[in-house]
């Protein structure tokens, strides 16, 4: 795999946030956002707190506190019903 290919390094730590959310582990990157019925709002799930943003940058994944200021942005465009 390229290093420098941006989204293919992205869909990696997607992936893998993936997996660990159905094995019931908490996510390393912050990747998935959960919703568990349409009448709950957004939000990140468990996050391993030992990964770090700067992990995290590596593979083209925001800072944390990026995502969950796009997961309020999310709640205020699409309300739980």
Known sequence: ??????EARWLM???WDR?????????WY???FVRK???????????DASV???ERASYFVPPLAEM???IEEMNR?????
């Open 37 to 47: 019925a349409a009448s709950d709002p957004w939000s990140l799930g468990d996050v």
């Open 30 to 32: 912050g990747t998935q």
């Open 68 to 70: 969950r200021k796009h």
């Open 1 to 6: 795999m390229d290093p420098a290919n941006k």
């Open 52 to 54: 770090t943003d700067a």
């Open 19 to 27: 997996l660990m959310m159905r094995m019931d582990r908490p996510q």
């Open 13 to 15: 730590a997607a992936s």
């Open 77 to 81: 465009a699409d309300p739980p019903k």
